[in-house]
């Protein structure tokens, strides 16, 4: 009999990077909440989130909120990679 010490269930999970920057915002339980935690307007993450990218002057507040609530990945290369990309798109090589 195989007995494995570990299942593969007891492995941590690994949370995805979002795809997109509206993915990244869904991570919150609305846009007023995201705003909140970013410290810009309701309107301003609104239009983030339609628009698919986030301007560079609130990169440091979306960084620094996304590693207060354990999503991975958000960096400002990859806040850069949503402008270069359309709608905020994955780029390639990333996961969708």
Known sequence: MNEHPASISALP???AL????????DRWQSIGAFAADVGC???AARQMRRR?????????HVVAASRRRGIAGVSYEWLAGRI???RGAAMPG???
């Not at 979002?18 to 915002?25: F, N």
């Open 41 to 43: 307007g309701y309107e």
């Open 13 to 15: 999970v690994i949370p």
């Open 94 to 96: 990333e996961a969708a």
């Open 18 to 25: 979002p795809a997109s920057v509206s993915a990244l915002i």
């Open 52 to 60: 698919g990218r986030i301007a560079p002057q609130h990169w440091p």
């Open 84 to 86: 270069a990309s359309p």
